[in-house]
């Protein structure tokens, strides 16, 4: 897949994009929202409900959501006494709703800057605000990914030696692109 930005600018950025990496860009960001699941209004979107509601404190079970939402205290995996704990799930209980509507409203702007496509290929010319928005969508999709195929580091270089064969194969090409997109789309709002 070839769709990689370039500057456009004044921070902003340009990428061409035809109807198949349109798609498959549009599809990842929806799992994206469908894994960030809905607002602390629900679905209803009550801003009643939101301006009281509070986040939870126990850490997601699922580890591509642990690797969007980490715990604030403590390393990785490791055990953590009591109070780290307790600092940690206080933590997360007042900051967890706000990251996850910034992470929901990032994959959004993807998304209907992919939908003013409508559907097909063509250029889509992204203003230094909308980058950062597609900086983020890019990151969590990349984190989200490399967590599902277990990639570290030290890994990440045998990714590209992968048979034809392997099941992961078309999940590592997208994750390679995602890479290569976020890494162009940087030199693009430096340039």
């Known amino acids: 897949m070839a769709g990689l930005f370039e500057s456009a600018g004044g921070g902003g950025a340009a990428i061409a994009l035809d109807e198949v990496e349109v798609s498959i860009l549009r599809s990842l960001e929806v799992q994206m929202l469908e894994l960030i699941g809905p607002g602390p209004g629900g679905e209803s979107g009550d801003p009643l409900a939101a301006l009281f509601a509070e986040g939870p404190s126990e850490a997601p079970d699922d580890p591509a959501l642990l690797r969007l939402f980490p715990d604030a ?7 953590v006494d009591a109070e780290t704990a307790e600092m940690a799930a ?19 702007a993807v998304v209907h800057a992919l939908d003013g496509l409508g559907g097909e290929g063509g250029v889509l010319k992204l203003a230094g605000e909308d980058c950062l928005r597609w900086l983020g969508a890019l990151n969590d999709l990349r984190l989200a990914l490399g967590t599902r195929l277990e990639v570290t580091e030290d890994e990440e270089q045998g990714l590209y030696n992968l048979p034809d064969d392997d099941p992961r194969k078309p999940l590592v090409m997208a994750y390679l692109w995602l890479g290569a997109m ?8 430096a340039g």
Do not use: I, N, V, W
């Not at 205290?73 to 055990?79: C, N, Q, R």
């Not at 967890?96 to 929901?104: F, H, N, Q, S």
């Not at 976020?182 to 709002?189: D, F, G, I, T």
């Open 90 to 108: 206080e933590f997360r209980r007042y900051t967890e709703l706000d990251l996850r509507a910034r992470k929901r409203e990032d994959a959004l």
């Open 73 to 79: 205290y403590g390393a990785p995996g490791e055990p």
């Open 182 to 189: 976020q890494e162009s789309l940087l030199e693009a709002m």
